[in-house]
């Protein structure tokens, strides 16, 4: 079966700080997506990264940083100096890869993280 | 460009009713999916379209259905519908096809059954 652990449910912390979601997967397949998801108050789901299992570098976009491991079946999300804006849920996915082409997202049940000032 | 739209915002049905929702995807956007994402939970898949085709189906029961139009737009229909449909509904669109392409998620249709 496919799964996706976010076993932080609430996350709060004071503007500046540094902040990490874990995200822990499981899956059978040998190739698959994983992504990470921001839903702001709005409701809208906004696409921060896509990473195939063939990768594991970890990546870095902005305050933004990721870090893929595969043999803790982990994916987990960084914010480097937080800021209110940040407040958000923020959704860890899986997709399997389904002959060439991109199946369907399996979440998580989200960690809301809330920056205070 | 436009983003993924969806239709109505909000929508206010009886138990045992019918409802259709709709979505418009991203210009040159092929496969559109179909989520439901109830209050505190993640979003839970439905169905997914690709070239008009029904790609995928999650794990709902036969009162939920869809369609894809030749413009690749798509609705949702769900019939009899229970207090327990109460929920986002959340639409995506992507390329599709064999490249493997992020999702980009509309701003969802928040369905109360009453």
């Known amino acids: 079966a496919q799964k996706v652990t976010q076993a932080q449910t609430e996350i709060s912390v004071v503007e500046k700080e540094d902040v990490t979601l874990d995200c822990v997967y499981e899956?059978?397949?040998?190739?698959?997506?994983l992504f990470w998801y921001k839903q702001p108050p709005s409701g809208e789901l906004v696409f921060l990264i896509r990473r195939n299992s063939f990768d594991e570098q970890n990546e870095i976009s902005g305050r933004y940083s990721w870090n893929f491991q595969k043999s803790t079946s982990s994916f987990n999300f960084t914010i480097t100096a937080s800021q209110v804006v940040d407040s958000a849920v923020y959704f860890c996915a899986l997709s399997p890869y389904y002959g060439g082409s991109q199946g369907n997202l399996i979440f998580g049940k989200g960690t809301k993280l809330s920056v205070k000032p | 460009d436009a983003g993924v739209t969806q239709s109505p915002t909000h929508l206010i049905k009886t138990r045992g009713q019918h409802v259709t929702l709709r979505c418009s995807p991203i210009?040159?956007?092929?496969?559109v999916s179909w989520y439901q994402q109830v209050l505190g939970q993640g979003p839970q898949f439905i169905f997914q379209y690709y070239e008009k085709e029904e790609r995928g189906r999650g794990n709902f029961p036969d009162r939920f259905s869809a369609r894809q139009f030749p413009n690749y737009s798509s609705e949702l229909n769900v019939n009899a519908l229970l207090l327990g449909d109460s929920a986002l509904y959340l639409c995506?669109?992507?390329?599709?096809?064999?490249?493997?392409?992020?999702?980009?998620f509309g701003p969802g249709t928040r369905l109360t059954v009453t």
């Open positions: 995506a669109s992507s390329l599709g096809g064999a490249s493997g392409n992020e999702q980009y």
């Open positions: 210009s040159g956007h092929k496969s």
């Open positions: 899956t059978r397949d040998t190739t698959y997506y």
